[in-house]
């Protein structure tokens, strides 16, 4: 039982984070995890390691500020963070500074020479006090390159309340080559490394402190999709000793300035859709969705179906082995069921209470007639550097006010987050609509309900009705049209949601929902469209199979439960449809590669899994200083990802000793997107971190 970790290690875990809990100064390291079987201190500084000196060469030049006086911006580019960058295109940095907070000299060649002025106040912070917002800008692990070129656009909002904006270049899902320095040698990529960059990069700003008018203990990340789930990684895993070897093979910073320890924990991580938790995430999708499927290759006697059915109980299982706890203290578990596994328990009756208030919620802040209109975000576009937005130009799609610049590649497919793809690698058409990109929240109105409250009546579907839904088809410049649902009155909403038979009850007078059953609400809204095993896919087609890569095996196996059940059960598989011979050995031979660290798959995949930090069910659990502030947002459609994968870390969260705030909302009615219930999320995002910092 998950309860003796838990009060073993609660000292442990408080003393990790108590440095953090206030984000008022960096911290030493917390205790050595292990991912792998073995055991390490933490990453503090020893005699071993550097001294601060040695960083030199990574000193900020104050004599080098550039500056745009039209948006009084200080800003440097191209500030490489580590003293031994595997490629210098990624393993830099643009740093843009409010210019309040920097006095400057200007010099002959139009740079400036700057100094913190310490009375300087923008928006509600001082250069004492002023937190380092970090954009990871991909949802779908490409790499992030750092700007070389500046312009102001997008980050006036960031700049003007009073934040320092910092735009990193990081490693994404693949071993690559560097163009920039024209070399032949394949640098390292995938997992850990992504992660490993964002650690350098902070590492770094906090060895520069004296230079940066700001409290670098207050870093604050934000990301969509598989770059929520980094964040979230950065969230739960500061100091973790597993990430020392990388980071000491990239040269990052190990002592601070003053010759001190320096830490990579953050103060706070804000995420949207987040991807993460690959150690389960196949398991929670076939739990949560992919069980009730008959389709493609989930079809009756196919070994898909049989998969699907077998990791729908595994991930049960799991569920039941957890440290996942309610408001009482007492765990969250899942019993057995007729016609699905494990689709009752506490557990469930959770999930369920989540997307009971999500669209409770809708209820209260839509107005309506309403008009439904599918969306889908593949990539964000985060300001910073204007060579990302020019480079996804000719094939984005923008809505109407959107949220901070958020723009992706609109098709026809489901959704390719790791998760769209068949089992032949190529990619699945959507169930149900095309896919538009950009903030689906922007300027939506969060008006109250006009219903009539006056009886206390549900709405049911009602056959003989009038038409309760006018479908049209909005064609989007340059992509396929999008089908868009326009519901008259709340009651016709709810009265077409049950069209084929009620599973979704409305309370017209109290404005409350209740759903069913996960697996009425599965059917209906959040289906099983990507095929079986959808992130780690029996032909390693999916950008997650190509995040476990190593150097020239780009793609790589990598979920052990679907390999357990490989092993276990070859010969059912084996005499069912779709079953390839190939498979039998393809999962084991995989799971045993190891990277350049020594480390097999597993082990990566465990470090990047927040839990494993996080849940006393793993041997990480207090071996990390977790950051002590979350913001948490999903679509409640949003069929990228199980239902479970975002409530899951919001959980283990609100129960991990120092966690100050978990803030986690389903936003119904919307899919894969920066979903939000009302306003545009930049706002909602700098209004977020103020109230952590100034509460």
């Known amino acids: 039982m998950g309860w003796t970790r838990r009060e073993f290690l609660a000292m442990a875990s408080a003393g990790a984070v108590m440095g953090l809990g206030a984000c008022t100064g960096a911290t030493t390291t917390g205790g050595g995890g292990d991912a792998g079987g073995s055991s390490d201190s933490g990453n503090a500084s020893t005699a071993s390691e550097p001294a601060a000196s040695e960083f030199e060469s990574l000193r900020i030049d104050d004599s080098k500020w550039l500056y745009d006086e039209a948006n009084d911006i200080y800003y ?66 490409s790499p992030q390159s750092s700007p070389t070129s500046y312009t102001g ?15 990193p270049g990081f490693r994404g899902r693949s071993s690559g080559y560097d163009t920039s320095s024209k070399s032949d040698d394949l640098y390292p990529g995938g997992a850990p490394w992504p992660v490993v960059d964002l650690k350098a990069a902070i590492r770094y700003l906090r060895y520069n402190s004296e230079s940066l008018p700001c409290d670098t203990s207050r870093v604050f990340v934000f990301g969509f999709s598989a770059g929520g789930g980094l964040g979230a990684v950065l969230g739960a895993s500061g100091d973790s000793a597993l ?36 150690d389960t995430a196949d398991a929670a999708y076939e739990w949560a969705a992919g069980q009730y499927s008959t389709s493609g290759s989930r079809s009756e006697g196919a070994w898909g179906h049989q998969l699907s059915q077998d990791l729908a109980t595994a991930y049960g299982e799991y569920v039941n082995q957890m440290d996942l706890r309610d408001g009482n203290d007492a765990q969250y578990t899942l019993d057995e069921s007729e016609g699905s596994a494990y689709g009752l328990g506490s557990y469930a009756t959770a999930l369920l209470d989540l997307l009971n208030e999500s669209a409770a919620n809708f209820v209260q802040d839509t107005a309506f007639p309403y008009t439904y209109t599918p969306q889908h975000l593949d990539d964000p576009s985060f300001p910073g550097d204007p060579n990302l937005a020019a480079s996804r130009a000719s094939s984005q799609v923008i809505t109407t006010q959107p949220l901070v610049q958020p723009q992706g590649q609109a098709d026809q497919q489901a959704p390719d987050d790791g998760s769209g793809t068949t089992d032949d690698g190529s990619t699945t058409a959507g169930a149900a609509d095309a896919t538009t990109t950009g903030d689906a929240t922007a300027d939506a109105a969060a ?19 009038d038409a309760t839904a006018t479908t049209v088809s909005t064609p989007i ?9 326009i ?5 016709d909403y709810f009265s077409a949601l049950n069209e084929d038979h009620w599973w979704i009850n409305y309370n017209l007078r109290r404005q409350t929902v209740a759903i069913s059953s996960l697996r009425d609400f599965s059917l209906h809204l959040r289906p099983a469209e990507a095929s079986v095993s959808p992130y780690d896919t029996p032909k390693r087609g999916s950008k997650i199979n190509q995040l476990f890569g190593v150097g020239e095996e780009s793609t790589l196996h990598f979920d052990s439960y679907v390999s357990e059940l490989v092993d276990k059960n070859v010969d059912t598989y084996a005499s069912l449809t779709g079953w390839d011979e190939t498979f039998e050995d393809a999962w084991s031979g995989d799971m045993a590669k190891k990277d350049d660290q020594g480390n097999a798959v597993p082990a990566r995949v465990l470090m990047m899994s927040p839990l494993y930090y996080l849940s006393g069910h793993y041997a990480g659990y207090g071996q990390a200083t977790v950051a002590p502030y979350w913001r948490i947002n999903e679509g409640a459609f949003d069929t990228s990802a199980p239902i479970c994968m975002s409530a899951n870390l919001a959980m283990a969260l609100r129960h991990y000793d120092g966690v100050s705030s978990v803030t986690y909302t389903s936003v119904w009615g919307q899919g894969h997107v920066l979903a939000e219930r009302s306003g545009r999320a930049s706002q909602n995002l700098l209004s977020w971190v103020v109230s952590c910092l100034t509460a």
Not at 447 to 465: H, L, R
């Open 76 to 141: 440097q580019l191209g500030l490489t963070y580590c003293l031994k960058p595997a490629t210098e295109s990624y393993e830099s940095l643009a740093v843009f500074v409010p210019g309040g907070f920097l006095t400057g000299e200007k010099k002959d060649d139009g740079t400036y020479t700057c100094t913190v002025n310490a009375k300087g106040i923008v928006g509600n912070f001082t250069p004492s006090t002023a937190p380092i917002l970090m954009p990871i800008n991909t949802g779908t692990v």
């Open 487 to 491: 519901y008259a009155t709340v009651q």
């Open 153 to 167: 656009t997008g980050l006036a909002p960031f700049i003007q309340a009073g934040c320092i904006y910092v735009y």
């Open 243 to 278: 990430f020392t070897p990388y980071l000491e093979s990239i040269g990052a910073v190990t002592v601070a300035a003053d010759g001190g320890a320096v830490s990579d924990a953050i103060c706070g991580a804000a995420t949207w859709c987040p991807i993460t938790s690959f």
């Open 447 to 465: 008006t109250e309900s006009s219903t009539d409250t006056g009886a206390d009546a549900t709405a049911t579907a009602d056959a003989s009705a």
């Open 477 to 485: 410049t340059g992509t396929a049209q999008v089908q868009s649902t």
